[in-house]
Nanobody
C-alpha cells in the first residue's frame, strides 16, 4: 500500500484548505487512519484520526476547525481545514494503519500566512 498526500499550499489566515490522502490499495481493512503534522523544530503530532467504525478524534488545537473523513469506495481520506491559523503551518502526513509502524504518505506542506 502506498499513501499519496496532496492539497497543501499557501493560504491566508482564516482561510480553508482540504488535504487528500489517496491509498493505492484498499483502506477498508485499516483499523484507523490518521493525519499528523510536523512544524519546523517541533515533534510530529497527531491532528485527527478516524476508525473503520468512523469514530473520530481531534487534537484540541484543531477541534471545531478541522474535519476528517474517509471514502472507502475511493480509498481516500480527507482533512478539511477551516479557520486556519499561522500556527497550523506544518508538513502534514497521512498514516495508516494508525501508528509509527503503519504506512506514511510523503507529506504535504501547508503554509498559513498572517
Amino acid at each position: 500500500v502506498q499513501l499519496q498526500a496532496s492539497g497543501g499550499g499557501l493560504v491566508q489566515a482564516g482561510g480553508s484548505r482540504r488535504l487528500s490522502c489517496a491509498a493505492s490499495g484498499s483502506i477498508f481493512s485499516f483499523n484507523a487512519f490518521g493525519w499528523f503534522r510536523q512544524a519546523p523544530g517541533k515533534q510530529r503530532e497527531l491532528v485527527a484520526a478516524i476508525t473503520t467504525g468512523r469514530a473520530i478524534m481531534y487534537a484540541d488545537s484543531v477541534k471545531d476547525r478541522f474535519t476528517i473523513s474517509r471514502d472507502n469506495a475511493k480509498n481516500v481520506v480527507y482533512l478539511q481545514m477551516n479557520s486556519l491559523k499561522p500556527e497550523d503551518t506544518a508538513v502534514y502526513y497521512c498514516n495508516a494503519p494508525l501508528g509509527p509502524s503503519g504506512y506514511w504518505g510523503q507529506g504535504t506542506l501547508v503554509t498559513v500566512s498572517s
